[in-house]
């Protein structure tokens, strides 16, 4: 069983960074791959990243180049940097973890069985 809270949404202005962060207990991220995703009220959640037990790491088309993700296994912690953010960034952001796979990570969230509470994000123009 693994416990995720996300913390550092908030409101910022485009082209504005903001890091969220995952906090996990119960069970060592070194044994997960670790997962963002993002939602949209009325739309269904997203995978924008996600890192494997090995370190590699998957983006969406969307965010590559302006979003990073990055995990920090001794502290339990895993992040989304998110920088040049835009409107369209604008929703609940959720962490999560998987099973590793011998491919590496996947951004499907049926995928991914413990999820965070979810933190907003939201950028104004």
């Known amino acids: 069983q693994v416990q995720l809270v996300e913390t550092g949404g908030g409101l910022v202005q485009v082209g504005g960074s903001l890091r969220v962060s995952c906090a996990g207990s119960g069970s060592s991220f070194s044994a997960y791959d670790m997962g963002w995703f993002r939602q949209i009220l009325g739309k269904e959640r997203e995978g924008i990243s996600c890192?494997?037990?090995?370190?590699?790491?998957l983006y969406h088309n969307s965010v590559k180049g302006r979003f990073t993700i990055s995990k920090d296994n001794a502290n339990n912690t895993a992040y989304l940097q998110m920088n040049s953010l835009k409107p369209e960034d604008t929703a609940v952001y959720y962490c999560?973890?998987?099973?590793?796979?011998?491919?590496?990570?996947?951004?499907?969230?049926?995928?991914?069985?413990?999820w965070g509470q979810g933190t907003q994000v939201t950028v104004s123009s």
């Open positions: 999560a973890t998987e099973a590793p796979y011998a491919s590496g990570c996947t951004r499907a969230p049926g995928l991914y069985d413990y």
């Open positions: 890192i494997s037990t090995d370190g590699s790491t």
